[in-house]
């Protein structure tokens, strides 16, 4: 509760910097939020975004191989030459893409989702889900038994190969994510940050 009490006070000092925080005090008038809920909201963001992208960022540097670094390498360089990565360049990088791709399927953050209590009983595609009954869901794509390889992605020979890579290569609709209704928002987010957190520390490496 000391953020929005914090955020308050700098706006009625008049020295608040814009923030999400921000922005929800002051459309309390319309949406009713209270400052607890504006907390939760805010807050919730922190939990949800903070220990997945670090799990994934952590994931690539304890683990990727020696000779996967130096591919990766190798292709920043060649796309981003002296100048700083552009998101609009993430496609002339399929290697750091199918990184990513291979990284989350092979150690899935979220391997059984986040768990849904149903609040009525309710019926969908035949199958009664009772009021209070918790479900998940399984991450079909994980493998986790198969070792490491984003070359699976990149090379025509193996049977996960779905070219053309500019347009397949992409971790939006990955079961990690969650499927249908459930699914998450925001991965373009997740990818986007994934690719300026690996590509901005293959950047720091020399390119
Ligand atoms: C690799 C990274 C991430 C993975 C694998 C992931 C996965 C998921 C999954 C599976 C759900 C549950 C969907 C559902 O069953 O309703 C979820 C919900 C959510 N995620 Fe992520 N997430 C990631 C990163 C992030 C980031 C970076 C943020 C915020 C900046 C974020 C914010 C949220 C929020 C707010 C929810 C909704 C929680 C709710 O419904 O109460 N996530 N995420």
């Given amino acids: 509760m000391r953020m929005p009490t914090e955020v308050t006070a700098r706006m009625e000092a008049g020295i608040t910097q814009p923030s999400y925080m921000q922005h929800l005090l002051e459309s309390k008038v319309s949406t009713e939020l ?3 809920e504006c907390a939760y909201i805010v807050g919730m963001i922190g939990l949800a975004g903070v220990p997945t992208m670090s799990s994934a960022v952590l994931t690539y540097l304890l683990t990727l191989s020696p000779q996967w670094q130096t591919r990766l390498q190798a292709e920043v360089d060649m796309a981003c030459d002296d100048r700083t990565p552009e ?55 994980s493998h986790v038994t198969r070792p490491c390889n ?13 070219g053309p890579l500019g347009v397949y290569l992409s971790t ?6 969650g499927y249908g209704r459930q699914v998450r928002m925001g991965m373009d987010l997740v990818e986007n940050e994934l690719f300026v957190a690996i590509w901005g520390e293959g950047d720091g490496l020399g390119c």
């Fill in 34 to 36: 209270s400052d607890m």
């Fill in 172 to 177: 939006r609709n990955f079961t990690t994510f």
């Fill in 87 to 141: 998101l609009s360049d993430s496609f002339q990088v399929p290697i750091l893409r199918a990184i990513i791709m291979e990284l989350l399927r092979w150690r899935p953050i979220t391997l059984s989702s986040i768990p849904h209590e149903s609040t009525e009983d309710s019926i969908y595609d035949g199958h009664l889900f009772q009021k209070a009954r918790i479900s998940t869901q399984i991450n079909g794509q």
């Fill in 150 to 162: 984003p070359g699976r992605l990149l090379n025509p020979l193996y049977p996960s190969y779905k």
